[in-house]
Nanobody, 125 residues
Framework: QVQLVESGGGLVQAGGSLRLSCAAS????????MGWFRQAPGKDREFVAA????????YYADSVKGRFAISRDNAKNTMYLQMNSLKPEDTAVYLC??????????????????WGQGTQVTVSS
């Protein structure tokens, strides 16, 4: 299993930007399809974005399309989430996840082998 650690969360005003990072250690990072999820208080965890292991195809939830950008640097074993034009409804704990089972499994959020502990993002109005 790959170990994942998120960073970069914080408090930002609406309209602002944040860049989250997900650092991986352990098994070969480039073997994993990766994704970002978020969970707000009292709500279910939801898919945010995913990226494939080598070519880097990207997928986004409709709620963040055009505002967020997922990327990865396999040489640095790190995945990123650039979040622009943030809204109060983006407030949540953001978690990264990894899977050897394909990007569709990442998007489903089911049966993923590795999760980070999460980083809090708070957007004030």
């Amino acid at each position: 299993q790959v170990q994942l650690v998120e960073s970069g969360g914080g408090l930002v005003q609406a309209g602002g930007s944040l860049r989250l990072s997900c650092a991986a250690s352990g098994r070969t990072f480039s073997s994993y399809d990766m994704g970002w999820f978020r969970q707000a208080p009292g709500k279910d965890r939801e898919f945010v974005a995913a990226i494939t292991r080598t070519i880097g195809y990207t997928y986004y939830a409709d709620s963040v399309k055009g505002r967020f950008a997922i990327s990865r640097d396999n040489a640095k074993n790190t995945m990123y989430l650039q979040m622009n034009s943030l809204k109060p409804e983006d407030t949540a704990v953001y978690l990264c996840a990894a899977s050897l089972g394909g990007v569709q499994r990442v998007i489903s959020g089911i049966g993923l082998g590795s999760w980070g502990q999460g980083t809090q993002v708070t957007v004030s109005s």
